[in-house]
């Protein structure tokens, strides 16, 4: 299991790195990072690799560690759809591979079953040692993956027009009305009084 490689990182390697980038051990991550090996496995490598997660936890943060797509540089895009799946692509061809949890596996793996499941943060984690290893035994039926074609490249380049919001004086997108969306009464915040 210490020999494994996932994306070209040994397993104990990656836990160190999921323990540093996201702050602790996380199966979630562990999954992706197998997800991620296969859809990369599956693909030609390009040097225009773009990401999309189908869920906002976890796999954000494996295509992050393991990839050059980032949330910053717009080449993660995030769905808050919460599947547990993500497609690697060609933003310059957008073919690229489609990987999701196999949920028939988890009849037959019950630590994934238990953590996959896990319905409210009260309820028992599987410790990450023995769920990781079921991951890593169940690896190859775990993941599944189908060659997918992109409606369109999900970066958005279009040229953001900014102007100046009449009541804060900061910058923000035209598109967005006559004032900001925080002077809207969009704010999630309120100042302090000085
Ligand atoms: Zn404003």
């Known amino acids: 299991m210490i020999d494994t490689v996932i994306c070209g990182i ?41 990401a999309v997660t189908e869920t906002v936890v976890c796999l954000p943060d494996a295509v992050q560690l393991l990839t050059p797509c980032t949330i910053g540089n717009g080449f993660l895009q995030i769905m808050d ?9 060609d ?10 949890l196999n949920a028939d596996v988890l009849a037959r793996f019950s630590l994934i079953r238990q ?25 190859g039926d775990l993941i599944r993956h189908r060659p997918v074609r992109l409606h369109r490249a999900l970066k958005d380049s279009q040229h953001v027009t900014t102007i100046r919001c009449p009541e804060c004086g900061e910058f923000y997108p035209k598109r967005l009305g006559p004032v900001c969306p925080a002077c809207k009464g969009d704010a999630y915040f309120t100042y302090y009084p000085v």
């Open 10 to 50: 040994r397993f104990s390697d990656l836990i160190i790195q999921m323990e540093e980038f996201h702050g602790y051990r996380s199966p979630g991550i562990l999954v992706g990072g197998l997800m991620l090996d296969v859809a990369q496995e599956e693909m030609k490598p390009t040097p225009y690799l773009n």
């Open 81 to 89: 759809w919460g599947k547990f799946a993500l497609t690697l692509y």
């Open 91 to 100: 933003r310059t061809t957008l073919s690229g591979v489609r990987t999701w």
């Open 115 to 139: 953590w996959f499941e896990r319905k409210t943060p009260a309820e028992a984690k599987p410790p990450f040692e023995k769920l990781a290893a079921e991951i890593l035994e169940a690896r």
